[in-house]
């Protein structure tokens, strides 16, 4: 069992930077890939993120790519996820989620790959 608690969302401008922070419970936090997604108002939870379980790999979403950056810290067991230059259209409930990898370059990319989420933290950004 994995219980993950995001932080860092809150109310901020276009252009500025933001970073999302998730904590991890459990002694086993390297052994799981970790993703971002977000949901915005009337849409479906969409895929932002994923960082492989010992961090050498990463893989983004093209409207994220170049803008967000994630992270891990397998000896704090907590993953980030750096976001700058928001755009009014980041607005959304970010979740933080992890998922059981077998392979040291797993990187999930689709809802029902991951195991674990948070309750997510909400992102306002305004133009």
């Known amino acids: 069992q994995v219980q993950l608690v995001e932080s860092g969302g809150g109310l901020v401008q276009a252009g500025v930077s933001l970073r999302l922070s998730c904590a991890a419970s459990g002694r086993t936090f390297n052994a799981y890939a970790m993703g971002w997604f977000r949901q915005a108002p009337g849409k479906e939870r969409e895929f932002v993120a994923a960082?492989?379980?010992?961090?050498?790999?990463?893989y983004y979403a093209d409207s994220v790519k170049g803008r967000f950056t994630i992270s891990r810290d397998n000896a704090k067991n907590t993953v980030d996820l750096q976001m700058n230059s928001l755009k009014p259209e980041d607005t959304a409930v970010y979740y933080c989620a992890a998922s059981v990898a077998y392979t040291s370059y797993y990187l999930p990319i689709r809802r029902v790959e991951y195991n674990y989420w948070g309750q997510g933290t909400q992102v306002t950004v305004s133009s």
């Open positions: 960082i492989s379980k010992s961090g050498g790999n990463t």
